[in-house]
């Protein structure tokens, strides 16, 4: 398990490295942005959520660690990163001194992500073939990003991928916590990046548990 000041260097170093045209999010990093989160439950979990991470605690370094990172592999078609869901749902621990919940839960999000680059400049008419090995290897990595029409290629400019948050947090605080954060990228970086958050697709356990029991009260 990485200390603090091992987490600041790969941080740091990951960072300088990243080219500024490439996608670039950083879930954890925006999500947890307190300024964008609303004031109630989600925000004081996320607080602790953090907190307890900076601490290296065992709950806060799995909620973390059930989250997909930097997305790798785009460019060959790794469109989808998702985590570790038993990881995530399973999650819950008694935080009743340091929090309004008695416990905290995890909730697995699936964030629908889109990006294209803003301003598209044609230098050469090139016909590319449908595979990423037969672009131009001094081209553009956009070439290989984005969509062509292909229906038989794996789309490169929209992908999936997971964050494993306090089940206090609704889709919607993660929606519109990304969307907020994703703005400053969009204008540093000549890339535009649309977020979704499917309510359908951001499970806690907990919800699961009391719909169970609604249903048996019913029958």
Same mark, same amino acid.
């Given at each position: ?7 600041? !260097?790969?941080?740091? +170093?990951? &960072? *300088?490295?990243? /080219? ?17 989160? /609303?004031?109630?439950?989600? @925000?004081? %979990? ?9 601490n290296e605690t065992l709950w806060a370094m799995q909620m973390f660690d059930a989250s997909s990172k930097y997305p790798d592999g785009i460019l060959y078609g790794n469109t989808k990163h998702l985590g570790n869901f038993d990881?995530?749902?399973? +999650?819950?621990? =008694? ?9 905290? &839960? ?5 964030? %629908? ?9 044609? #230098? ?9 090995? %037969?672009? =131009?290897?001094?081209? *553009?990595?956009? %070439? $290989? ?11 490169? =400019?929209? +992908? ?5 948050? /306090?089940?206090?947090? *609704?889709?919607? =605080? ?5 969307? #907020?954060?994703?703005?400053? !990228? ?6 535009? !990046?649309? !977020?979704?958050?499917? @309510?359908?697709?951001?499970?806690? $356990?907990?919800?699961? #548990? ?10």
């Amino acid at each position: 398990m990485p200390t603090n000041q091992s987490y600041d !260097i790969l941080k740091n +170093l990951t &960072t *300088s490295l990243k /080219p500024n045209g490439f996608i670039i999010l950083e879930e954890y990093v925006a999500y947890t942005h307190s300024e964008y989160l /609303p004031n109630g439950q989600c @925000k004081k %979990d996320v607080r602790l959520f953090l907190k307890e991470l900076r601490n290296e605690t065992l709950w806060a370094m799995q909620m973390f660690d059930a989250s997909s990172k930097y997305p790798d592999g785009i460019l060959y078609g790794n469109t989808k990163h998702l985590g570790n869901f038993d990881e995530c749902y399973n +999650l819950q621990v =008694d935080v009743r001194e340091n929090s309004g919940n008695d416990k905290i &839960t995890g909730r697995y999000c699936l964030v %629908d992500l889109q990006h294209q680059r803003k301003k598209i400049s044609v #230098s050469r008419n090139i016909v590319h073939k449908p595979f990423t090995s %037969d672009f =131009d290897p001094k081209g *553009s990595f956009w %070439d $290989a990003i984005e969509e062509r029409g292909n229906p038989h290629r794996i789309r490169r =400019d929209f +992908l999936q991928l997971a964050l494993c948050v /306090p089940s206090a947090c *609704s889709a919607e =605080d993660v929606e519109t916590v990304l969307k #907020s954060s994703i703005e400053k !990228i969009n204008k540093k970086n000549n890339i535009e !990046i649309q !977020i979704t958050v499917d @309510k359908n697709f951001c499970q806690a $356990a907990v919800e699961a #548990s009391n719909s169970v029991a609604g249903a048996r009260i019913y029958w």
